[in-house]
């Protein structure tokens, strides 16, 4: 089969290698759509020591079954289906809590790092365990199918967050998953939703898809922004002027919810933290909320259109990859066809 391999930090090549093959309790998928996700960009340069080359990526995808490994049960060859990033061990405490994001053997697909080698969906065949594998609605394209993963962080996030219908939020950062965040909480009835970016476009996206009020501003300037106070705040970026921003904003006895991760550390104002009874969340991937995902993109609940950029073939990825590392490129979403 053909994949994009990243052979060095930033270079990639556009290869043959071996076809998978499905073991016990697998299927073989062929991948007609995969997104190229923000974590493969900041992680192909090989600064976040997850993507270390060689590596297959890709994590956001969808396709149809191609094999039934042994022990399959319940799909057939042919059918349309999209799969969790992560591969979860399904027999830990974690998984049987129902908390598969934090499973104490969890693989993430596309993924390189000095634990584990797990190749992703940028090629023509992936391999998954039938139990990370979601059954598609005939209305949602493969595209919108690979969107599934990034609205899941998106969903699980605001799931984290005790919202009610009639309380206030704010999104610090308007990436990806930021405008995702400010969908799904529309989608749950929240009564304002204020977004903050330091870039037009994403604003302006930002208010297409439900945010009340949009803020701009520069860079350094993130702290000198007044909100006014909210219920809830979710921070999209991982640094310490945004986490700071999302703590500062939100009223006594409010709730953080932290998704962004930019940076490994950052500075928590704690004595706001402390003094006005706040609450943070964290955040991490997603837990089973891929079929009310694939629910709301097949009923419109959520507007996928606006946020892809580009769909291109496979053997273009590293030209598209080199287009999203630059600042301003006006990208979101680009889907990869192999």
Excluded at 241 to 264: D, E, F, M, Q
Excluded at 309 to 320: D, F, M, N, T, V
């Amino acid at each position: 089969m053909k994949a994009l391999i990243l052979k060095a930090p930033s270079r990639f090549d556009y290869t043959d290698v071996p076809d998978p093959a499905p073991g016990p309790g697998e299927v073989l998928i062929s991948i007609c759509a995969c997104g190229i996700c923000g974590s493969d960009v900041h992680g192909a340069d090989g600064s976040t020591g997850r993507r270390l080359p060689p590596i297959i990526m890709g994590h956001e995808a969808a396709g149809t079954i191609a094999r039934l490994g042994p022990n399959v049960t319940g799909w057939t060859v042919g059918d349309r289906a999209t799969f969790d990033s992560t591969i979860s061990c399904g027999n830990c405490s974690f998984c049987t809590s129902n908390l598969v994001n934090l499973c104490t053997n969890r693989r993430v697909l596309g993924v390189s790092c000095p634990e584990y080698r797990q190749n992703g969906a940028f090629a023509q065949y992936i391999a998954v365990p039938a139990r990370i594998l979601y059954r598609l609605p005939d209305s949602v394209s493969f595209s919108h199918a690979a969107m599934t993963e990034p609205l899941s962080i998106a969903l699980h996030a605001v799931s984290r967050s005790p919202i009610r219908p009639d309380q206030t939020a704010l999104v610090v950062g308007c990436g990806m998953i930021g405008l995702l965040v400010i969908q799904c909480l529309r989608a749950a009835g929240c009564r304002t939703i204020t977004a903050v970016d330091i870039d037009t476009y994403k604003l302006q996206l930002a208010a297409q898809l439900g945010a009340d009020t949009t803020i701009r501003t520069d860079p350094a300037a993130w702290e000198q922004i007044e909100i006014g106070e909210v219920d809830v705040a979710f921070e999209a970026v991982g640094i310490d002027s945004t986490v700071n921003l999302a703590v500062s904003s939100v009223k006594k006895g409010g709730h953080v919810v932290l998704v962004g991760n930019l940076a490994p550390h950052v500075q928590l104002p704690l004595q706001k933290v402390v003094t006005r009874q706040l609450s943070l969340f964290g955040s991490c991937a997603s837990a089973g909320e891929y079929p009310q995902c694939l629910d709301m993109i097949a009923s419109g609940k959520v507007d996928l259109a606006p946020l892809i950029s580009a769909e291109a073939p496979l053997a273009e990825g590293a030209k598209w990859f080199a287009k999203l590392v630059q600042k301003g490129s006006g990208l979101m979403k680009v889907i990869l066809v192999p």
